[in-house]
């Protein structure tokens, strides 16, 4: 495996507010079938995080917070296609993202294009896609018309 086999991790024990989260070491592994082992290079930050901590999303617990991050993979499972060691990579969706390093399943990893910052790619991929679904899918402008930005945030 390359890389470290432990995560430095935010994580809280039980819900409740800010002095719940806990800065621990977590044993890692090596990734399984199918999945990738991420170095993490920078995480989004999201009410989802807020949300899990207090307990309005109900879960278990201990859990790591977060649902999205970019990093570089540092190993593959078997049967990984379409993805390489050395590649910068974006995803959202997957609980566990405040941490050094993670394991994840590989279809959910989204290559970062040349030019595009970690730290942009992870601040901005689930808001550029709510924003893609609500133009492209839910009202879909036609020529000529505006649409006005509030804001840009969650």
Known sequence: MAG????DVVRIHKHGG??????????LGDPAAGQ???RQTAIGLNFIDVYTRTGLYPGPTPAVLGVEAAGVIEA????VEGLKVGDRVVYNGLPGSYATHRLAPAEKMIRIPEGV???D????????LTAW??????RRLEPGETI???????
């Open 4 to 7: 470290s086999s432990t995560a």
């Open 133 to 138: 679904m609500l133009i492209f899918e839910i």
């Open 36 to 38: 990738v082992k991420l």
């Open 121 to 128: 790619a992870a601040a901005v991929f689930l808001k550029g």
């Open 117 to 119: 910052k970690d730290e």
């Open 148 to 154: 006005v930005v509030w804001a840009a945030a969650g």
């Open 18 to 27: 800010p002095e719940e989260m806990k800065f621990e070491t977590v044993e």
């Open 76 to 79: 593959l499972g078997d049967g």
